[in-house]
């Protein structure tokens, strides 16, 4: 579909919402706390959006957390689509809203500008924040992300050929990710 797409600002009941029953995201008990205590501090900061017929396009986990805290009747901002998108639009909205348009985070701002404790509070893990220095972080990253998600570690099958994706992903199972990591790290300091 070619039609522009543009957007309102309206309010919804969370009764009114419709999930999306293929929704690829997913929220752990631990990230689910954390967005109920940015919803106390901060409140609604960002906006769900759904289309005409009230389908969430993104905001499935916002939804499932303000419904647990303040039940069915509970009214939100959303913005809604001009128009339905379609199957694939959804599924290209989802992952350009989750996977890399958002930016990524300048870890030398977050050291120099930054309280550790703080951005450990908020969520970061030391881990995160003090093995990223090194040549190869963003190779780092790729592991951790992979392991973390307990993704089978695909993401290393996206960073380099098949052969040495297989030895990497072998060598990651044989220890832990930290001590792997770490000795990545030091290979590339040398």
Not at 89 to 100: M, N, P, S, W
Request: aromatic content about 10%; some cysteine.
């Amino acid at each position: 579909m070619s039609d522009k797409i543009t957007w309102a600002n309206e309010k919804r009941k969370l009764s009114e919402l419709v999930p999306w029953e293929r929704n690829p995201r997913q929220i752990t008990d631990k990230q689910a706390k954390r967005l109920e205590e940015s919803f106390e501090q901060f409140g609604q900061v960002e906006i769900i959006a759904i289309g005409p017929e009230n389908q969430i396009y993104n905001g499935h986990q916002r939804l499932k957390v303000l419904s647990q805290k303040y039940g069915s009747n509970y009214e939100v901002d959303v913005r809604v689509a001009s128009r339905a998108l379609t199957e694939k639009e959804r599924e290209k909205l989802t992952v350009f809203l989750h996977k890399g348009a958002a930016g990524d985070w300048d870890f030398d701002v977050l050291a120099n500008e930054f309280e550790l404790p703080d951005l450990v509070e908020w969520g970061f893990t030391e881990y995160e924040l003090l093995h990223t220095s090194f040549d190869g972080s963003t190779l780092f990253d790729s592991f951790n992300d992979a392991v973390n998600s307990n993704s089978e570690f695909e993401r290393v099958s996206l960073i380099t050929d098949h052969n040495t994706a297989n030895l990497i992903k072998a060598e990651i199972k044989k220890t832990s990710m930290d001590e792997f990591c770490l000795r990545v790290a030091e290979m590339l300091n040398a």
